[in-house]
């Protein structure tokens, strides 16, 4: 039933994460069902979009929320800003209960949704500033981002209807973090940015938590969630299926060896760790999982030429969880629960 990738964000300069801190996001058996059937007769199984999930993020992290398409990230998003009602369970988010105190939420947070919805007429800039008014709060970043994110002064005098996908996504991008939010969370957010841009993006990111602010962000980019998440939850259909840091998480996957010999090859049968051993014409490839202490052990006295130790990846723990005929199901983490 449960899942969640965590790289400790205490490991991250700058940031005020405890796992003793009051959480920022916490959810407990959170659930959502969807009747089905006509009005109002209604016929069939209600739909789960959301079954039991348990998380909590943490102070001055970033929080990566994993899944592919129609997993259940975006209804969690809004069920924590308050814009869906759950069917079960609870949540808070900074102090405020989801349920009760929905628009405190949204005042406080910085929200980016996915496949955001702009108002064409109006330039970028009108809309930056009648955006930042809902919050009822300055916007001491909005020059900054602005700049990073290379948004020209005579794009934002021009009306929104003449954006590209990439421009509507970066003004998406600057409202949620224009007034400097505690919390900002995010849904999709590098869809349609170029890797240039993404790659800002991300450093913006790095650079949010640096400060002690949160950061909560869907997506389906592993690459971009390895690079910048202290911890991270994997959903499918709705139930979390992952939980662990990503550290940890990667340190169990299994990476591929290739190595180069002259002589004899090394004996690596019942070595912890290693299996699928191939050798061929001075050739040993295999497979290594965990520590690569002892397999570098069992290659001394051999005369090794080269050695390749592909890095493991979270697309491979992902794959795994979403491998045909995988079923959810509670994994222990090796790691003691925030």
């Known amino acids: 039933m449960a899942v969640v990738v965590e790289r400790p964000a205490s490991g991250a300069p700058g940031t005020s994460a405890s796992p003793d801190a009051q959480p920022v996001i916490r959810t407990s058996s959170l659930g959502k069902q969807y009747p089905t059937g006509t009005w109002p007769a209604r016929r069939g199984r209600p739909v789960r979009a959301l079954e039991a999930l348990d998380i909590e993020v943490r102070r001055g992290e970033i929080f990566g929320f994993l899944g592919p398409n129609g997993a259940g990230k975006s209804t969690t998003i809004r069920i924590l800003l308050g814009f869906l009602h759950p069917t079960s369970g609870s949540a808070s988010v900074l102090g405020h209960d989801i349920v009760s105190d929905g628009l405190a939420i949204r005042r406080a947070v910085g929200y980016l949704p996915g496949g955001i919805a702009l108002y064409d007429s109006m330039t970028g800039s009108a809309l930056l500033e009648y955006l930042a008014q809902l919050y009822e709060r300055r916007s001491p970043l909005r020059a900054s981002l602005i700049d990073r994110l290379e948004l020209a002064a005579a794009d934002l005098r021009?009306?929104?209807?003449?954006?590209?996908?990439?421009?509507?996504?970066?003004?998406?991008?600057?409202?949620?973090?224009?007034?400097?939010?505690?919390?900002?969370?995010?849904?999709?957010?590098?869809e349609g940015l170029d890797p240039l841009m993404q790659h800002a993006f991300l450093r913006l990111l790095e650079e949010r938590r640096a400060s002690g602010r949160t950061v909560f962000f869907s997506s389906h980019v592993l690459s971009e969630v390895e690079q910048v998440c202290d911890r991270v939850a994997i959903i499918r259909s709705g139930v979390l299926v992952a939980s662990s840091s990503v550290d940890t998480l990667l340190a169990r996957r299994r990476r591929h060896v290739e190595l180069k010999f002259d002589g004899q090859a090394p004996a690596l049968e019942g070595v912890p760790g290693v299996s699928q051993v191939e050798v061929r014409d001075g050739l040993l490839r295999c497979d290594l999982e965990g520590d690569v202490g002892p397999f570098l052990a069992a290659l001394s006295g051999f005369t090794v030429r080269d050695l390749t130790i592909e890095p493991a990846r979270l697309e491979e723990a992902f794959l795994e969880y979403y491998a045909p005929g995988s079923q959810p199901a509670a994994v222990a983490t090796g790691e003691p629960s925030p």
């Open 158 to 190: 021009r009306p929104v209807r003449d954006y590209s996908r990439g421009m509507r996504q970066k003004i998406g991008i600057i409202q949620a973090l224009q007034h400097d939010p505690e919390l900002a969370i995010l849904d999709e957010p590098t």
